[in-house]
């Protein structure tokens, strides 16, 4: 998507997105199907209190109602800092003490694209052994974990790990619409055997990860948190990812200062 595009275009693309009809849509957002219909076809330009209002129904993310209301010939209204902003210093300093809290295990914060932003001493049970070429900045940790040169080497259920993450990452494509995201995902499918991975089990809440490091066989799950009451493009787009020991062996790997325990 472009911000070149008429604001009823894109809003009829993500309608379309959330496989909502117009009626649907009118009635979650309490207006008339007629005008939607005369918002997507141009007929009506919306006021920005109802390019937000549709936008917020139709669970469009913040960065892409900023997208909406230029389309529509408004000012954006949610703030779009860079993390590196001294306004958002504050909240650098909450995600560094969140991973931080997490030690001795393994925790990591990624952008929307999945780069990494953040990561506690623990992540070099990710990182130690990789191609040099993939920790250049951004180094993005979906292609760290299926590149054959990232830590997919060392991963013991690397087939259950694909079919957990490019579903996931499929849906955040089809949710979104991001290109970069798209071509992500096209790459990281490319790594694997022919055809689209197996749907997870459904009954799984959590993905395990066994992993090969420094001569022992480490068992996670994770957990991702993202911040909801955020109201700025940057912080809505972050993720902590926190990994916690499947086992007692793992558990006392990390205790005992990441070195194999004595059986």
Not at 229 to 236: G, H, K, P, Q, Y
Request: glycine letters at 8%; aromatic letters at 6%.
């Amino acid at each position: 998507m472009t911000q070149d595009r008429p604001v009823g275009e894109l809003l009829r693309e993500w309608r379309h997105r959330r496989r909502l009809s117009q009626l649907d849509l009118a009635i979650q957002a309490g207006v008339s199907a007629r005008h939607v219909s005369f918002v997507e076809t141009g007929r009506t330009i919306p006021s920005s209190a109802m390019v937000l209002r549709l936008a917020e129904h139709l669970g469009v993310p913040l960065r892409e109602r900023n997208r909406l209301l230029v389309a529509a010939g408004h000012a954006p209204v949610v703030r779009e800092r860079p993390l590196e902003d001294p306004h958002l210093a504050s909240a650098r300093n909450v995600l560094q003490q969140i991973l931080r809290g997490h030690e001795p295990y393994p925790a990591l914060a990624v952008d929307r694209r999945w780069n990494l932003l953040f990561a506690n001493k623990a992540i070099d049970v990710f990182l130690e052994g990789v191609d040099g070429a993939l920790l250049r900045p951004p180094v993005n940790m979906m292609r760290l974990g299926l590149h054959p040169g990232g830590f997919a080497s060392r991963l013991r259920n690397l087939g259950q790990v694909r079919a957990y993450l490019l579903p996931r990452l499929a849906r955040q494509v089809a949710q979104t619409g991001d290109p970069e995201l798209s071509a992500l995902y096209g790459e990281l499918l490319a790594y694997g055997p022919e055809g689209d991975p197996p749907p997870p089990d459904p009954a799984d809440i959590a993905l395990p990860i066994r992993i090969c490091h420094r001569g022992a066989e480490l068992c996670f799950i994770n957990t991702i948190t993202t911040f909801g009451a955020a109201f700025d493009v940057t912080l809505e787009e972050i993720a902590v990812e926190a990994y916690f020991p499947a086992d007692d062996h793992t558990a006392r790997f990390f205790r005992n200062g990441c070195t194999a325990p004595s059986e």
